[in-house]
């Protein structure tokens, strides 16, 4: 059974940092490309961030120098590295894997900026 798992996620101030992890398991990690997703209320999901299973990263322009993507193949699992961080990135944050046809979500954990 395929599980994905973010955590991590909480309460920030603007201009503070948070790190998510996504742990996933039933699968072949280091085969699969990872991408980081967002949705606020109201709002649809959409790409933030994304890593190849090569560890080539690609990220959308409002989170471009501030978010960072990597991955741990031996602990099967990716981060988001979040800084800087504005009221706007406040969303539900979900990972998802990816491989040809094979694409699996995870349940999401919630990032909320504000003071």
């Known amino acids: 059974q395929v599980q994905l798992v973010e955590s991590g996620g909480g309460l920030v101030q603007p201009g503070g940092s948070l790190r998510l992890s996504c742990l996933a398991s039933g699968i072949r990690f280091d085969l699969y490309n990872m991408g980081w997703y967002r949705q606020a209320p109201g709002k649809q999901r959409y790409l933030v961030g994304s890593i190849t299973s090569g560890g080539n990263t690609d990220y959308e322009d409002s989170v471009l120098g501030r978010f960072t993507i990597s991955r741990d193949n031996a602990k099967n699992t990716v981060y988001l590295q979040m800084n800087s961080l504005r009221p706007e990135d406040t969303a539900v944050y979900y990972c998802?894997?990816?491989?040809?046809?094979?694409?699996?979500w995870g349940q999401g954990t919630q990032v909320t900026v504000s003071s």
């Open positions: 998802r894997s990816s491989l040809g046809i094979r694409n699996y």
